[in-house]
Nanobody
Framework: QVHLVESGGGSVQAGASLRLSCTASGYATSSASMGWFRQAPGKEREGVTGINSIESITYADSVKGRFTISKDNANNTLYLQMNSLKPEDTALYYC???????????????????WGQGTQVTVSS
């Protein structure tokens, strides 16, 4: 049984940093494609960043240079370091995973099979 549990969200002011974590169970993160998505109120879910099993990484243009994705395969955990946060980063952030096969369209929801419940990030100006 695959489970993804996100943590690390919170309320911060613009310019601050947060680190989100996604603890995975039921598969090995080393062989999976994983990603972070977010959904703001009234908006569609969007891909933020993703990393696959060969460590290929993709970022959305809106977060390039500010966000960094990483995996700790020893602890089966995915991270999202978010720096220079902006009010427009406010959203519910989801972790996603696909343990089956190598994915390259890492910002597309259809590339993933399993999803976490989300962690809220709120950035005030």
């Amino acid at each position: 049984q695959v489970h993804l549990v996100e943590s690390g969200g919170g309320s911060v002011q613009a310019g601050a940093s947060l680190r989100l974590s996604c603890t995975a169970s039921g598969y090995a993160t080393s062989s999976a494609s994983m990603g972070w998505f977010r959904q703001a109120p009234g908006k569609e879910r969007e891909g933020v960043t993703g990393i696959n099993s060969i460590e290929s990484i993709t970022y959305a243009d809106s977060v390039k240079g500010r966000f960094t994705i990483s995996k700790d395969n020893a602890n089966n955990t995915l991270y999202l370091q978010m720096n220079s946060l902006k009010p427009e980063d406010t959203a519910l952030y989801y972790c996603a995973a696909n343990p089956r096969g190598l994915q390259f369209r890492l910002l597309q929801s259809s590339s993933y099979i399993y999803w976490g419940q989300g962690t809220q990030v709120t950035v005030s100006s």
